[in-house]
């Protein structure tokens, strides 16, 4: 089946830093990318949809000059979060649809902002 | 609007135990519906789906059916295995328009099997 990479798959960082998040379809061209937040015991939220070559749309409440997210090809989409806080620790995941309009998920991204 | 809801967990059963979860949903159009799972650790792998009214998902001894009439897609498994411990997620896809593609995510169900 299709694959999606995460890049890193941890990272701690120190509070004011910025950290890039990369999602890669592997083997497969993605025109959309989603990016999602999970917390602690609770389900995934969208952040924001990324589709290639133009802005991403962002969901209600997700500053998008905090978490810039850049999908420069078909296989690539990063999400930055720029001047991280404690508050923006949590457990980063993308997803990639293909063609045919399947989603598959990357494996995620643990932050920690210290 | 476009919205799932499971049963909360966590669910703790023996090995061999029949499972249920239970899953409703609320839609506009014709949703696909889905069952993720969530290994620790990891990111979401689809477990089934289904794309119609009456289509039965199954995948890996679990079974879902899509009944349009209580708009509902419960997951069952006759006899679970300490290998099926994890996170469950119910979801929907509404194909159309903006929200093409987009998923909405029951909270998830935290199953743990003892042996």
């Known amino acids: 089946g299709a694959v999606v990479s995460q890049h890193p798959s941890r990272v701690i960082c120190k509070s004011g830093t910025s950290v890039k998040i990369e999602c890669r379809s592997l083997?497969?061209?993605?025109?959309?990318m989603f990016w999602y937040r999970q917390f602690p015991k609770k389900s995934l939220m969208l952040m924001a949809t990324?589709?290639?070559?133009?802005?991403?749309?962002?969901e209600q409440g997700v500053e998008k000059d905090k978490f810039l997210i850049n999908h420069a090809s078909l296989t690539l989409s990063t999400l930055t979060v720029t001047s991280a806080h404690p508050e923006d620790s949590s457990f980063y995941i993308c997803?990639?649809?293909?063609?045919?309009?399947?989603?598959?998920f990357g494996p995620g991204t643990r932050l920690t902002v210290t | 609007g476009n919205s799932v809801t499971q049963m909360e967990g966590p669910v703790t059963l023996s090995e061999e135990a029949f499972l249920t979860i239970n899953c409703t949903y609320t839609?506009?159009?014709?949703?696909?519906l889905f069952w993720y799972v969530q290994y620790p650790g990891e990111g979401l792998q689809l477990l089934l789906k289904a794309t119609k009214a009456d289509d039965k998902g199954s995948n890996k001894g679990f079974e879902a059916t899509y009944r349009k009439e209580t708009t509902s897609f419960h997951l069952e498994k006759g006899s679970v295995q300490v290998s099926d411990s994890a996170v469950y997620f119910c979801?929907?896809?509404?194909?159309?328009?903006?929200?093409?593609?987009?998923?909405?995510f029951g909270r998830g169900t935290q199953l743990t099997v003892w042996p």
């Open positions: 979801a929907l896809s509404v194909d159309r328009g903006s929200t093409l593609g987009r998923l909405y």
């Open positions: 997803s990639a649809r293909d063609r045919i309009n399947e989603q598959y």
């Open positions: 990324s589709n290639e070559g133009s802005k991403a749309t962002y």
């Open positions: 083997d497969f061209q993605a025109t959309t």
């Open positions: 839609a506009t159009g014709y949703p696909s």
